[in-house]
Every structure is written in structure tokens, then in C-alpha cells.
């Protein structure tokens, strides 16, 4: 399954993968101007950068084959999709164990009341993930890698 | 030093209605032109700092930026320009001489834009490339103009070493220190996809190239810097750098502040110190010493090596080139004063040299004239910006070109001429580790090869167009070339007819 890969190398710590990960919710749900919908409100993106002493690298779901969310979840908000964990907002009860549970710190609280995660865009745009397409030094990658 | 009296060249226009304050334009500054207000969450900017590299236009995710000319302008004056005045204004501060990077940016005619291309109508038909083969391979080096028999009577393979590259098209001399780590490694990746050649420049090779060697042209300069003889023998040729079309007549001077870690190995001096390419070749004062260095590479190499000898176009280039096609050289590289440089004293760089077109016209004319043109191949450079600029270099006689600006072009160059600064926000002309990573040699290198494919194609095009089928037959095919609002002498330079004519 194809997954975003992370080459700590060439990250320049520009933070526009968060700005095109916070857009691409907007995409979904028509608008598709980034001034526009980033304009007014504060950014929550589903993926994020670490940084510290001149090294940086983004940070998002990494899609584990025993994923340690979905065993936590209490109410099977979370789950897995053709190798995509998954979050079903209608029933997640913003409990947050899954937060507590993810090793990557790649589950987030979000305005809705559910929890938010990266779904590698398949509800948003659809193929490759918003944040690699606009990653302008292929710091990270949309890849196959067993 | 009291008032400063320059005002600011370019001034940043941010569209607020469209800045989302991400904070890519600050941080992907090294000028530190934008700063981040926290209270107000709102980016302003320093116009000042900006040197106009389009780094944060490029990347702001909202297009909200741009840059414009600040507009800010002296009572108008002929002979006294704005730029005359700001230099005066610049030297009266620091007394010091005037820098400058790239290439020659001065209003001087550009022959390449006076030049056009003939195509066949009716009789000798233009030629489909895409339906008929096309050779734009091309062999570089001397030719033997003598039949050799040994004593059976069978013909002895008395044929120099020379390279074959898939099209008339190098990459120019450009050192590592000059360029950075991913910049050189771009070049030499593309160059070994495209079957042509790279230059190391004057700076040595690093040990990871080395695997590149095929692809490699290694240069010896006048600072004779990581010269050594497995640097020798691993390119497939060796240039003799002897002038720069930037900078005729002076040396190079790389700061000690860039001669770090790996710099430093590959040039073989101690880190810090500066690297000083004195301007002549402290060995070479006349043909007759040149030769002995064309022959010395030679010797080293196990003349397996051709030799390429590089000089900047000046006023009496047919003469020196002639020279030099009698020396032993298997190539001749001619650089014309449009060419660029990491760093150059401006007054050089911009008065300096003539134009490459007319000393490639002299040049060939001359060793045709004299019975020496199959000794060497010849190359030039100087400012070759396109597949046209290829098609009518080669028409007026060159075997091939070298192209820099335009590949550091491909690679995110925005031309904002201050490299010799150190802080070029596209990891290109800079040593500092966090802007060389912005040059991920895999994006470089494959915008080098989709640049150069389309050159291809386009001289395929064109060639077509004039029914040729092969690159060979249109070197020094002047019958292709006319000129447009030249006057006679000119056009007797170029060897070239008037357009009508
Ligand atoms: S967009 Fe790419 S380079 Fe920029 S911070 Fe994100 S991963 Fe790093
Ligand atoms: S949210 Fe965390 S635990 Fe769950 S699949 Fe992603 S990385 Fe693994
Ligand atoms: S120097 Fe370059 S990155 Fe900085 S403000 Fe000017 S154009 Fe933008
Ligand atoms: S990059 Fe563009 S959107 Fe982001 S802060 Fe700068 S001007 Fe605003």
C-alpha cells in the first residue's frame, strides 16, 4: 500500500505541507480558494512539522499494520480501510484514548467534538495526498514500499 | 558612515486580502527580508534586504506576493542613469570595487537575436522528425587528416582520443565552492542520463563524483586546485582553463569563509584559507608553453585523454585560437562576454571581451583559412540561452556548446545576479547547509534533463525544417543563416548574407 514517506533530509521546515493539509478539508467541501479559506481562521492540520537544531521532518499517521487507535477506540469511530485508518466522525465521542494511544502523536482533537487524522486525502482530492503534492522539495512522498 | 543614500531597488508587494500569514516567505528568506509580527499575526518586509530572487514568490502557497521595481527614481538624465549614480553612491561608501554575478546583463547587441534560420520550401523538402530518423550525435576532438599504412599496406587507426555525446550540447565549467554539493551532483546525474558532459570547474572533484567520471570533464586552472592524477584520468576529457568570458584577464578568488569540509579536500587546501586562481597560468607565457602543458595532461593521461583549452573571447581570439589548434589541443572552448561567473569585478565583467557569436564566425573562418580547422573541435559559450541559440551557434561553425546560466536557470535560478553573496535562497550558488538542501538533486537533475530533451527536440524541429538530417551537416552551413539590420561589416565578420539577399 502506498504510503507518505517521510526524507528528514530534505525537509526545508517551511510548514506549507500543514497549510495544504488545513486546505484540502476546504477542498472537500467546495472551496477552492486557500486565501480564502486559510484567510480567517487558525490552521488545524492532520500533519505536522517536528523541528529542533536545524533538523525538521513532517509528521502524520503512519498507517500501522497493528494500529494501536484502533484497538483503543472505544467506540469503533476508528478503523481500517483498504490499509487506511479511518475515522468515522458521527461515531467518535471525543474520548481521545486514541490520542493517548498513537505512538506518532498523529491523532488530533478537532472543532467538530471528533478527533481528526490523516486519511491520506482519499475523502479530499483523491490520489495523491495534499501535502506531498505541495511539499516544494519532495521532503515527502507518496510511495509504495512494502 | 553618515546618511546612506541608496534607496531600495525592488520593493515586495504583499496582497493582504490573500496572505494567510503561513510564514513560508520569512522562513525561506535568508536575506531576512519578511518578518513575522506575533501580535498581529501579520508579515511585513524590509525592501531593502530583498535581492529580487523570487524565492518566497515562488513558494507562497496564496500567490500573494510579488516583486516590483520600487519605482523610486532621480530627475531624468541621458548620460547621468540611476544605476551610474547608485554605483557612485555605492563605491563613495565602501571604496571598494563593484561585485557582480552571472552573466554580462549590459545593452550590448545580442547576434544571436540578429541571426535567422532558413527553411526549405518546394525544392529539397523539409524533413518530419518525428517520422524520419535524426542524428544529432556528435564526435569531439581532432580529426587526422593523413591516410597511415603500415608496412603491409593495412590502414593504421591513427584516430586521437576523442568523446561522443548524444547532442551539441555540454554543461559549462562550474566549481564545487562555486555551486553547491546538489547543484554539481544535478549536473553530473543529468549528464550521464543524457550521454553528454559536465565540468568539474576549477575546484577539484569530489570523491563522489568520481562514479560520474565518464560524464566528466575535469578542468585544470590556473590555481591548479585538486589537480592530482586520479583526478586526471577520471573524466573523459581535461580542460585548460586559461580565461572566463566573465572575467578576461583576472583571476578567480573563492572567499576562505566557503573553503569548508568538503571544499577544502576536493580543492586540496587547508579550510579557511582563500582559494586565489592567479590570472595568468604562471607557467604559460607563450603557445610553445601551453604546449607543454597540453602534453604534460597528455603524458599523465596516457594520451587517452583529448585536451580541451578554454579562453574567453577577446579582440584577438582568431589569432590565440590559432595558436592554440597548432598546440596539440584537441579542442578549443571559446567563452564570450555575455558568460557567467559566481563573482566578478563588475567594470570587468560588463566592458570586457567580445561577443561570442562574432569571435565563433572569426574563429572557424580562420582555421579554415589556414588549413587547421580538423585539428580541434570547437566549442562555445558565452551565453547560449536556447535550441536556437544551439542551432545558429553550430551553423556559424561551432562542433558544440556550453551551456551554465541556462541549466542553473532550470534548477530554480531567478537570476538575481548575487551569488557572489553566499546566500542563494535556491541552494545553488551557496555553502550553507541549510540552503544547500533546498536543491533536492532529484528535482535538479530531472529539470535538467527535461530542458535539455526539449532542446532536442526543438534542434530537431528546426533542422528538419531546413531538410537536414544530421547536426554534422549544418556545422558552418552559413548558407542557413541570414542577418537582420546588421550592417556590412558585420555580416562580413559572420560570413553571413543580409536577410533578401
Ligand atoms: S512542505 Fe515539505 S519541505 Fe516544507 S515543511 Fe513540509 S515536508 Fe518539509
Ligand atoms: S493514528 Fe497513530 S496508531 Fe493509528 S494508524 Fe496512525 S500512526 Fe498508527
Ligand atoms: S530576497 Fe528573495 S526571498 Fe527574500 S524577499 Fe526578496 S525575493 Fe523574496
Ligand atoms: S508565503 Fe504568502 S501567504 Fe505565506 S505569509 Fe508569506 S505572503 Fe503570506
Redesign the interface.
Known sequence: MKRVYVNE??C?????CE??CA?AGFLERGEND??RA??TSKIKPRINIEEKD?VSFAVSCRHCREPLCVKGCITGALSTFDGVITINGDKCVGCYTCILCCPYGAISPSETGAVQKCELCVKTIGGTPACVK?C????IVFEERG | MGLKFLYPEYEVVRNYDRCISCRACERQCANEAHEYLQNENKIVCDDAKCVNCHRCVSLCPTRALKITASGNTYKSNANWSGKTIDEIYRQAESGGVLLSSMGNPENYPVYFDKILLNASQVTNPSIDPLREPMETRISLGAKPCKIERDENNRIVNNLPPRISISMPVMFSAMSYGSISYNAHESLARAAEELGILYNTGEGGLHEDFYKFGANTIVQVASGRFGVHPAYLNSGAAIEIKMGQGAKPGIGGHLPGTKIIGDVSRARMIPEGSDAISPAPHHDIYSIEDLRQLVYSLKEATNYKKPVIVKIAAVHNVTAIASGIARSGADMIAIDGFRGGTGAAPTRIRDHVGIPVELALAGVDKRLRDEGIRDNVSVIVSGSIRSAADVVKAVALGADCVYIASAALIAMGCHLCRSCHAGRCNWGIATQVPELVKRLNPDLGYKRLVNLMTAWEHEIKEMMGGMGINSIESLKGNRLMLRGIGLNEKELEILGIKHAGE
Open positions: 533530509k530534505w526545508l521546515g517551511c510548514h506549507l497549510y495544504y486546505f486557500m486565501a486559510l484567510k536545524g505541495g516544494p522539495n519532495n521532503a
